[in-house]
């Protein structure tokens, strides 16, 4: 069964902290995403990435960046955190992009709150 | 272009009662569809998907959902809901026969309450 970790279940920072948020899946999937959840809204996608090295911005990138130095390693950099960024944080992971519509394993999640 | 909209932010039903969570979608694209649910303090479990197959698609825990392209919509049921079942549960869409997760779109989910 594939398992995606996030590092943390609840952070607290304030304002103008660099924050990371880091996530691991143990299925050598090639795929991995980083989504931010507001009630009401779903989930909108941050960033991206579908190799090690390689990062595409999704829908909301503004004010966050990624690492991924690892294939199994996805990390979600908020470079200065804004009290706007108070949300939870979903990491998920799919196959290789031969596996047509498969599903998205996700983490936990971690609920980041900025003061 | 592709827009999810779940017509309910909140359902309440009694345990055993039928379940209906609704889902409309459009897209420029023949669509995919996918239902998650969301436990508390969990991360998405996919319930089902639709991609182009048996337009009435079943899933996990006894959830069923049902394609109409006529009526672009999606909608979730279960025949008797379990108390277990309460969570939050999303509608999501995707361009057909692509595996482009960056590409999915969900809508904003219904929260489904059970009461005993």
């Known amino acids: 069964d594939v398992k995606v970790t996030q590092s943390s279940r609840y952070l607290v920072k304030r304002t103008g902290e660099k924050v990371f948020l880091e996530c691991v899946q143990d299925?050598?999937?090639?795929?991995m995403f980083w989504y931010r959840q507001d009630p009401g809204l779903g989930l909108r996608l941050i960033y991206f990435s579908y190799d090690v090295k390689m990062k595409e911005k999704g829908d909301i990138p503004e004010g966050y960046s990624v690492s991924r130095e690892k294939k199994e390693r996805f990390s979600l950099i908020l470079e200065s955190a804004s009290t706007n960024q108070t949300s939870m944080y979903l990491c998920?992971?799919?196959?290789?992009?031969?596996?047509?519509?498969?599903?998205?394993?996700f983490g936990n999640g971690t609920r980041l709150t900025v003061t | 272009a592709q827009s999810v909209t779940q017509l309910d932010s909140h359902v309440s039903v009694s345990e055993g009662t039928p379940v209906l969570l609704r889902c409309n979608y459009s897209?420029?694209?023949?669509?995919?569809l996918f239902w998650y649910v969301q436990h508390p303090n969990k991360g998405l479990q996919l319930l089902l998907k639709?991609?182009?197959?048996?337009?009435l698609v079943k899933g996990i825990n006894g959830f069923e959902a049902e394609f109409k392209k006529s009526e672009t919509s999606f909608h979730l049921t279960k025949p008797s809901a379990h108390m277990s079942d309460a969570a939050e549960y999303f509608c999501?869409?995707?361009?057909?026969?692509?595996?482009?997760?960056?590409?999915?779109?969900f809508g904003g989910g219904t929260r489904l309450m059970v009461k005993p």
């Open positions: 299925m050598d999937h090639e795929n």
């Open positions: 999501v869409v995707t361009p057909r026969g692509l595996n482009a997760g960056n590409m999915l779109t």
């Open positions: 639709y991609t182009s197959a048996a337009t």
């Open positions: 897209s420029s694209y023949s669509p995919s």
């Open positions: 998920a992971s799919t196959p290789s992009r031969g596996n047509l519509n498969s599903p998205l394993h």
